[in-house]
């Protein structure tokens, strides 16, 4: 009886629209973790690793971003041919990508399923390390940055988000160019993960 009451009240209350600054004050902040793809175009690398994001809704259309991702080591076949047999074994590269990216993405749409650009700027910062890629090397690496080659990054991108309710799921796709000297390089980027919005 107790519940039927309740739900009766929250109906009366979303009828009458009393709800609705409610519904509207869920999407002001963003946080979420992603999955990470680094195409490195100098050596055809793929990278792959895990981030997060926050951002903050400015205006309705506009939400400001900022989010950090930690690309792991990748391994690599080393082979070679002979008249008697070839063997193939796998060396780590030892390089680590720690990206750090800030900046407006624009909102289309009001609805559940959403479309959006960004363009964020920030910066790539390139280890070789032998040290095995965990939490306390990713904090580490964090620590270290003003010490180690930091290179600037531009990542305009392009992406979709659906949610139900303060639950989503995001995917987006670019191009992380960063900045060596007058060089400048082009490389592909694809993310994809849940987000809480509140």
């Known amino acids: 009886m107790k519940r039927n009451a309740l739900l009766l009240f929250f109906a009366f209350l979303a009828e009458a629209g009393w709800l609705t600054p409610l519904a509207k004050a869920q999407d002001h902040y963003q946080v979420g973790a992603y999955g ?16 997060g994001r926050m951002g903050y809704k400015m205006f309705s259309h506009v939400m400001l971003e900022g989010e ?5 080591e990748q391994a690599f076949a080393e ?5 008697t047999g070839g063997t193939v074994t796998f060396q780590n590269s030892n390089l680590k990508v720690l990206h750090g990216l800030a900046g407006p993405k624009f909102i289309g749409g009001h ?7 960004t363009i964020k700027g920030g910066f790539v910062n390139f280890q070789l390390s032998s040290v095995p890629a965990s939490v306390n090397t990713f904090v580490s690496s964090v620590n270290n940055l003003r010490a180690n080659n930091v290179t600037g990054a531009l990542y305009p991108a392009v992406g979709a988000e659906g949610h139900l309710g303060p639950i989503g799921l995001r995917v987006e796709g670019g191009d992380e160019v960063y900045f060596v000297g007058k060089v400048t390089h082009h490389n592909v ?6 987000f809480l919005r509140f």
């Open 79 to 83: 082979g070679f041919t002979s008249t």
């Open 68 to 72: 950090m991702s930690y690309d792991f």
């Open 36 to 51: 990470d793809y680094f195409r490195l175009s100098q050596t055809s690398t793929n990278m792959a690793g895990l981030g």
């Open 189 to 194: 980027r694809l993310a994809f993960g849940p």
């Open 111 to 117: 609805g559940r399923f959403r479309p959006f650009l």
